[in-house]
């Protein structure tokens, strides 16, 4: 089952801010979190889009990890080409203090199992895969088999 550290569910906020910012999850970040806090989503995303049947509108703050972004870092980098979301829309129009809720959210998920399986089961839904997703430009794509190509192949 669930368990969480404060006494509302895991994602509680998170789910009403979604629902007033008429999106279909909250995906928490800003203030601190990383790539990694991100990624653990990714399944979560894809599930309750297939389970919807369409794209998802997602409420999530851009990237704000403690050790700063690379220039020109794009805002949203794990969400960028991912298939399942329609819009993302930024906490921020709430005011900083829902930023700052949703991003605290993210520590009221128990770990004690794998976390990918603890964040979809809080939504009602059992993930797929237990890793999370990258979606590459065909750009992307491109140059990541040009820069590889010397390298071998695993054998079948």
Known sequence: GSRCFRPEAPF???????????????????????????????????????????????????????????????EYPIWLNNPFISEIIDPSVFGEDAVKALSEERNNCCQFNHIIENICFSYGLSCRRVRPSLYLTKEEQIWALDTLRHLPRPAR
């Open 12 to 74: 509680f906020y998170g789910t009403t801010l979604a629902r007033q910012a008429k999106c279909d999850l909250a995906v928490p970040n800003g203030y601190g979190s990383g790539i990694g806090d991100v990624l653990v989503f990714t399944p979560l995303v894809e599930e309750l889009a297939r389970r919807e049947g369409r794209q998802i509108r997602l409420l999530t703050a851009p990237l704000d990890p403690v050790v700063g972004l690379v220039p020109g870092e794009a």
